[in-house]
């Protein structure tokens, strides 16, 4: 009965979107979706959790553990020496008042595109916002649109050449290197960010004087460190940024493999800043360790998505969304975008497609690079709806309200990233 089977696949994705808002371990009921279909399509439970769930759960974690251990260690070198936060201070004291909240959507991006993880970002940050919104006057319920909009843009899916995952995913798949299309994905980061930019600043401007814009009404979670401390054991900015700028230069530059850049990284950082560490073998156990539940979540997400490709439906579901009523490159963004909000995960999202449909997108007879930056770009947009689990940590910390600051978020990190689609689009066919 094919119905039942559709129906199976329909409650499958139900079932990861009830886990993604209601915050419960996707690594727990990633399983329970696999058994759904298992179920509801004929297959036999036992083989298909032994058998092609946890091939794909251990395909993927063969694949990038490495990349996201190495990429976790290297976050956690910057922020237990101080180095994130030297950058960050130094950045923001150049730009004064004016430009600091400019500054900080920079540096934000600046971080991430060098690798590191978004989650030691979010408490890098922390401390600058509270320094630059009182500063500059900013309403504090524009503190989740700014962090999101720094992290999960522009430096994440559309600048060439970053370090993060989803710029990562799509070269095993395609044969397609970090800097693919980089006239087209610097079109897309130049128009997220004038555009992204100005909305906040009108945002402020709007909201300035209103009662709920002062940052002493809400309750901020996380400890502000100590500058004084930090300002005396934390590297330099120039030694700050070395490790970073080799990694990019040795990967992106010199194409060596990003293994080996990151661990490159990761030893230049270990000896420059070897001096601002308290305990380099906790860094090293914190680093590696914070790297493992997120490869085990993306992991569960693509195990789900080989069961899905197993079941006698899967040829009815993947020709009903090819033929998705959208032509040309804007049909990659659509499918990518659509499976990114259901998992609430751009890099699962992003991996569920490829693994499904990568080879696919090749045959259509667009080149692998631009398959690979609108694919990036557009596991960026729906992924970031209000169960994804950055957007509920910026709220958990900001103490700000759903009901106040999740229409700015929106309009960040869901609008403006589809929307940015269009620019990159455009600028391809311009060459092409």
Same mark, same amino acid.
Request: contains cysteine; charged residues 10%; glycine residues 10%.
């Given at each position: 009965? #094919? ?30 979706? /696999?058994?759904? #279909? ?30 996201? /251990? ?33 500054? &900080? ?7 991430? =595109? ?14 600058? /916002? %509270? ?20 992290? !999960? ?24 290197? %970090? ?22 600043? =009108? ?26 401390? +930090? ?15 080799? !990694? ?5 530059? *010199?194409?060596?493999?990003?293994? &080996? ?11 420059? *800043? ?17 790297? #493992? ?28 969304? #090819? ?19 259901? !998992? ?11 693994? %499904? ?8 007879? =667009? ?38 600051? &999740? ?11 589809? +929307? ?8 391809? &066919?311009?060459?092409?």
């Amino acid at each position: 009965m #094919i119905w039942l089977g559709i129906l199976g696949v329909i409650a499958c994705f139900a079932v990861l979107i009830f886990a993604a808002y209601k915050k419960i371990s996707m690594v727990f009921m990633a399983p329970v979706a /696999a058994i759904i #279909i298992a179920v509801t399509n004929g297959l036999d439970v036992a083989e298909v959790l032994s058998g092609v769930y946890s091939e794909g759960m251990v395909g993927f974690i063969k694949a990038w553990f490495l990349v996201i /251990a190495l990429g976790s260690l290297f976050g956690q070198l910057y922020n237990d020496s101080g180095a994130a936060w030297r950058i960050g201070d130094t950045l923001v004291s150049w730009a004064g008042p004016k430009w600091a909240l400019t500054m &900080y959507i920079l540096l934000g991006g600046l971080l991430v =595109y060098g690798g590191i993880n978004i989650i030691v970002v979010i408490f890098v940050l922390l401390p600058f /916002a %509270l320094v630059v919104f009182e500063k500059t006057g900013t309403p504090w319920y524009l503190y989740p649109a700014a962090t999101v909009f720094s992290l !999960t843009t522009f430096s994440m899916t559309m600048l060439p050449g970053n370090l993060q995952l989803q710029n990562i995913i799509p070269t095993q798949t395609l044969g397609t290197s %970090l800097m693919a299309a980089p006239v087209e994905g610097i079109a897309a980061a130049v128009f997220i960010f004038i555009v992204g930019t100005a909305y906040l600043m =009108y945002e402020a401007n709007k909201g300035r004087d209103l009662p709920e814009a002062d940052i002493r009404n809400y309750e901020i979670q996380g400890n502000t460190p100590n500058y004084e401390e +930090l300002d005396g054991t934390a590297p330099s900015f120039v030694v700050s940024l070395i490790p970073m700028v080799i !990694t990019l230069v040795l990967i992106n530059i *010199f194409q060596v493999n990003i293994i &080996y850049g990151l661990i490159i990284g990761c030893v230049i950082a270990c000896v420059l *800043f070897r001096n601002s560490i308290p305990d380099m073998w906790t860094t090293f156990s914190e680093g590696f360790n914070k790297g #493992i539940y997120p490869t085990m979540i993306v992991a569960s997400v693509v195990g789900v998505g080989r069961v899905v490709g197993a079941t006698p439906v899967f040829e009815l579901l993947r020709t009903n969304i #090819i033929n998705i009523p959208v032509s040309g490159i804007s049909k990659i963004a659509a499918m990518t975008t659509i499976v990114a909000g259901i !998992t609430g995960s751009a890099s699962g999202g992003l991996t569920m497609v490829m693994e %499904l449909f990568g080879q696919e997108f090749l045959t259509w007879g =667009y080149s692998p690079e631009i398959v690979h930056r609108v694919a990036a770009i557009a596991s960026g947009g729906l992924d970031t709806l209000p169960w994804n689990g950055t957007v509920v940590m910026l709220f958990a910390l900001s103490g700000v309200e759903y009901r106040k600051g &999740y229409k700015m978020v929106a309009v960040e990190s869901v609008i403006l990233p589809l +929307l940015s689609l269009i620019p990159a689009i455009l600028v391809h &066919y311009l060459l092409y």
